[in-house]
């Protein structure tokens, strides 16, 4: 089992910055892939960014984020990052931490992210 907890959401202004993070517990050296998905009011949710557990550490980036969000880890404090910049109003959604192994996927609870124009 992996416990995931995220943590950074927010209200702010359309061009500031957050940083959300999501801090795993449990069987975290199961993981092999965590990302950042996130969902508005009345659509569906969907993938934002992910980044492989292995020594290369792949990012993966919605097409919509691409240049604004990153996505890091720190493999010793087992929690991964999401540094969103430049917000705009339609990045405002529930973003949920995701992780993956061979047996399942994990999610957190989720954290609102607002941005107003």
């Known amino acids: 089992q992996v416990q995931l907890e995220e943590s950074g959401g927010g209200l702010v202004q359309a061009g500031e910055s957050l940083r959300l993070s999501c801090a795993a517990s449990?069987?975290?050296?199961?993981?092999?892939?965590m990302g950042w998905y996130r969902q508005a009011p009345g659509k569906q949710r969907e993938l934002v960014a992910s980044?492989?557990?292995?020594?290369?550490?792949?990012?993966n980036y919605a097409d919509s984020v691409k240049g604004r969000f990153t996505i890091s880890r720190d493999n010793a404090k087992n929690t991964v990052y999401l540094h969103l910049n430049s917000l705009k109003p339609e990045d405002t959604a529930v973003y949920y931490c995701?992780?993956?192994?061979?047996?399942?996927?994990?999610w957190g609870q989720g954290t609102q992210v607002t941005v107003s124009s």
């Open positions: 449990g069987r975290t050296f199961s993981l092999n892939r």
């Open positions: 995701n992780g993956v192994t061979v047996s399942g996927t994990y």
């Open positions: 980044i492989m557990m292995s020594s290369l550490g792949m990012t």
